[in-house]
């Protein structure tokens, strides 16, 4: 089960490839099956994915939200306010 909260609930101490990891290794997923770079490309992250995750606006780091939900490769993804601040593009 992946879950994205409607609350912007991050760590802005760490950047978006580091809160990934550490979110993928909350799930106890191996270093060499990781996703991070494929994930943070599929969310348009690619550009920002090592700076700290306060630098952000809103709708990428509701992108970041998605991203973290998916680190651990979830069947059912709940989500709450997807939309809520996330850029149009």
Known sequence: LGVVPQELVLDTFFTVRQ????????????????????????MGLTDKADISSRRLS?????????????????????????TAGVDVE
């Not at 809103?58 to 997807?82: F, S, T, Y």
């Open 19 to 42: 809160a990934l990891d550490m979110h993928a290794g909350y799930y106890a997923v191996p270093k060499e099956k990781r996703r991070t770079q494929e994930i943070i490309h599929a």
């Open 58 to 82: 809103g709708g990428m780091r509701r992108r970041l939200l998605v991203a973290k939900a998916l680190v651990h490769n979830p069947r059912v993804l709940v989500l709450d306010e997807p």
